[in-house]
């Protein structure tokens, strides 16, 4: 589990981050303002392609990408 | 009552929360033309005091230029004051077309469409023209009304960090199976005074089969060796698919916007974008100020020749007393003080000495961003610019942060 988190938060903090930001697991990213939620288009995009899964526009929800966290909850229900 | 007590304390609990976070705006009343000197009531009731402002979008000092009012003038005798309807009813006089093929010939590109305003272009254009099989890929900066402009369109959108071609070419590789993908750029960032890269974007464009967007609100009339905007300063002119941009900063002032590009996107818009579609053609009072300051810009580079040496000295000036400044070399120059309420302590203090320059802090800017944002005119002077500029510096020595680095002045005020 501790290896997809850090895969999603590797990305995360390459994607979205700033000088000063300090992302951890559990910090909130769309309800934030760090992660627009016009940005999580190629959040969405990202998971689906490595980890190979559909994830259906319904079940992306600005709630369900709000951590690192919550991903990697959702992409696990997808790959299950 | 349906508005009673209830509903009026949801409203009066939301005000106060605006006025509790320090961002209630409040309105300063001007009683004068719009220029470099302005008699202003503020606040509400006070005494009129007489300022230089230099926090407005006139870039071209042609707001109260003569022969722009004495132009509106005859068009209002000679085509009235409104028309009652929208454009492709009974909405468009021989003036509307008339500007469109000036603003074309001018922008350098196919044709265009005019607008209420530049927030209706951009607010009309992506729906227009696009489909849920296309994506709109925007530089993180752009203006609100782009943003506005994408939610209300139903195709795919993501951004790009600012200015950063290497992240924009990874999202072009990202979507490169959509129908149709869409560049989106502010020309001049309005807050920070920068140009994006467009030359680069072109390039970017044309290897990954992009549409190009450029709102030049901030740029057209004086951005480029003949003011034409950003496309002319990359030396990108015709490249650009579509440009949008407004007649309410450099171009008179008044109000109105456009969609400038390929002729298809624009005969789009006249199908199908709603603010087009569904609101008054603009009035012909207007049209005809347009008109005149366009031709004014054609017939000379002389204002914009002007507004270039007045940011040059006024960026020089400020750099040389120890002020922080975004860099860039447009008329928007934002004088950086980090913290919120020193921003807005700055500018009341300046208005004080006669100075109208507003601060701006989140979420207008980002957090520990706040600063004075300053915009240069051609209707300034070199006294008006050396009475602000006295202005900032006794200001500036006020709060000691005259020569202090960013550091020095978070660890003093915060964030």
């Known amino acids: ?80 | 009552m349906s508005y009673g007590d209830r509903v009026r304390s949801i409203y009066q609990q939301q005000l106060s929360e605006i006025r509790e976070a320090g961002i209630f705006k409040q309105e300063r009343y001007i009683h004068s033309p719009q220029a470099a000197d302005i008699n202003v009531e503020f606040p509400a009731g006070a005494d009129l005091q007489n300022v230089i402002n230099i926090c407005a979008n006139n870039y071209l000092g042609l707001s109260s230029h003569p022969e722009v009012i004495k132009a509106a003038h005859e068009g209002l005798d000679t085509r009235g004051y409104g028309m009652s309807s929208v454009r492709f009813i009974c909405g468009t006089q021989d003036i509307h077309r008339e500007l469109e093929q000036k603003v074309t010939e001018f922008l350098g590109t196919e044709d265009t469409i005019l607008f209420p305003s530049c927030m209706d272009a951009n607010a009309g254009v992506f729906e227009a023209i696009l489909t849920k099989d296309d994506i709109m890929i925007s530089d993180r900066l752009v203006h609100a009304s782009i943003v506005d402009g994408m939610r209300l369109c139903s195709a795919e959108h993501d951004t790009y960090k600012h200015g950063d071609m290497d992240h924009l070419e990874k999202k072009l590789q990202l979507f490169k199976d959509k129908r149709l993908r869409v560049i989106i750029n502010d020309g001049v960032f309005s807050m920070d005074g920068d140009t994006a890269k467009l030359d680069e974007i072109v390039k970017l464009a044309e290897a990954y089969d992009a549409i190009t967007f450029v709102d030049d609100s901030h740029s057209s009339g004086f951005i480029g060796r003949t003011g034409r905007g950003t496309h002319e300063k990359c030396g990108v002119i015709g490249k650009i698919d579509i440009i949008t941009t407004t007649f309410g900063k450099a171009l008179g002032g008044a109000s109105g916007g456009c969609v400038s590009g390929r002729r298809e996107i624009v005969e789009m818009c006249r199908q199908k974008a709603r603010p087009y579609l569904f609101s008054n053609a603009m009035a012909p009072v207007i049209i005809s100020g347009v008109l005149k300051a366009l031709e004014l810009l054609t017939r000379s580079t002389e204002l914009r020749d002007k507004l270039e040496e007045n940011a040059s000295y006024w960026r020089k000036g400020l750099s040389d007393a120890g002020f922080i400044l975004k860099k860039g070399d447009t008329p928007i120059v934002p004088v950086m003080l980090f913290n919120a309420r020193l921003s807005q302590d700055f500018s009341r203090d300046l208005y004080k000495e006669g100075i109208y320059a507003i601060g701006f802090f989140f979420p207008v800017v980002a957090k520990g961003q706040a600063r004075i944002r300053t915009q240069l005119s051609a209707g300034h002077e070199k006294h008006h610019l050396d009475k602000a500029l006295e202005a900032f510096i006794k200001v500036g020595r006020k709060y000691e942060i005259l020569g202090k680095t960013e550091q020095e002045i978070i660890e003093r005020y915060g964030m």
């Not at chain 1, 990305?11 to 909130?28: F, H, L, N, P, W």
């Not at chain 1, 769309?30 to 627009?36: E, H, N, T």
């Not at chain 1, 980890?51 to 709000?66: L, N």
Request: no cysteine; aromatic share 10%; charged share 35%.
């Open chain 1, 1 to 80: 589990m501790d290896e997809l988190k850090d895969a999603i938060l590797k990305y995360v903090i390459e994607e979205y981050a700033g000088e000063d930001d300090k992302i951890t697991y559990d910090s909130a990213l769309i309800s934030s303002g760090l992660v627009d939620s016009f940005s999580m288009v190629s959040l969405k995009r990202f998971l689906e392609v490595k980890y190979k899964i559909s994830i259906p526009d319904e079940d992306a929800s600005p709630e369900a990408f709000d951590s690192v966290t919550k991903i990697a909850d959702l992409v696990k229900r997808f790959t299950s």
